[in-house]
T-cell receptor, first 114, second 111 residues
Framework: GGIITQTPKFLIGQEGQKLTLKCQQN?????MYWYRQDSGKGLRLIYY???????QKGDLSEGYDASREKKSSFSLTVTSAQKNEMAVFLC?????????????FGSGTRLTVL | QQQVRQSPQSLTVWEGETAILNCSYE??????FPWYWQFPRESPALLIA?????NKKEDGRFTIFFNKREKKLSLHITDSQPGDSATYFC??????????FGSGTQLTVMP
């Protein structure tokens, strides 16, 4: 088995601040994802990466940057936090070689912007 | 534009009843349909998945029925248990790494 570790678990920021969320996985999976979960809106894809140094935009990439410098880690940056923003950011990894297979999720980072 | 739609938004059934959760999609190239469930304060986890080569996938009390012509699928949970209470997400992929999720159905099973 493996585990996906997201840090921090809780993140409080100020409007306009640049915030970075980190994710580590020890599954040795090639593909990693960042999803945003808002109440009542399901999971929306921000960025994904199919290998080290690869970055692919999802439908919600505007306002975010991502970085995959190592196979085991994938970070997400909120470039300018929006006032009153509240969401859970979920990191996931997948073994899928050619397409999305089973996604394994981390426990999430809960963002609150004051 | 929402590519994967789920209904109802919330559903309450009694213990022992069959819960039926619905999902529809627009993109005819979708070829992989997993269902994830999420318990309160936990992360989503894969429950069951189907590919269009078959129109039914069963795993214990959980069954997916798939209708390719109508672009619809449903998750049936027979003999529902209180421990099944969770939010269920239908998702879809078209041979790529992008997995598109619906907005979820919150299921409550009353004892």
């Amino acid at each position: 088995g493996g585990i996906i570790t997201q840090t921090p678990k809780f993140l409080i920021g100020q409007e306009g601040q640049k915030l970075t969320l980190k994710c580590q996985q020890n599954f040795n999976h090639d593909t990693m994802y960042w999803y945003r979960q808002d109440s009542g809106k399901g999971l929306r894809l921000i960025y994904y990466s199919i290998t080290e140094n690869d970055l692919q935009k999802g439908d919600l990439s505007e306002g975010y940057d991502a970085s995959r410098e190592k196979k085991s880690s994938f970070s997400l940056t909120v470039t300018s936090a929006q006032k009153n923003e509240m969401a859970v950011f979920l990191c996931a990894s997948s073994i899928g070689t050619f397409s999305a297979e089973t996604l394994y999720f981390g426990s999430g980072t809960r963002l609150t912007v004051l | 534009q929402q590519q994967v739609r789920q209904s109802p938004q919330s559903l309450t059934v009694w213990e022992g009843e069959t819960a039926i959760l619905n999902c529809s999609y627009e993109d005819s190239t979708f070829d992989y349909f997993p269902w994830y469930w999420q318990f309160p304060r936990e992360s989503p986890a894969l429950l069951i998945a189907i590919r269009p080569v078959s129109n039914k996938k069963e795993d214990g009390r959980f069954t997916i029925f798939f209708n390719k012509r109508e672009k619809k699928l449903s998750l049936h949970i027979t003999d529902s248990q209180p421990g099944d209470s969770a939010t269920y997400f239908c998702a879809a992929s078209s041979g790529s790494w992008q997995l598109i999720f619906g907005s979820g159905t919150q299921l409550t099973v009353m004892p």
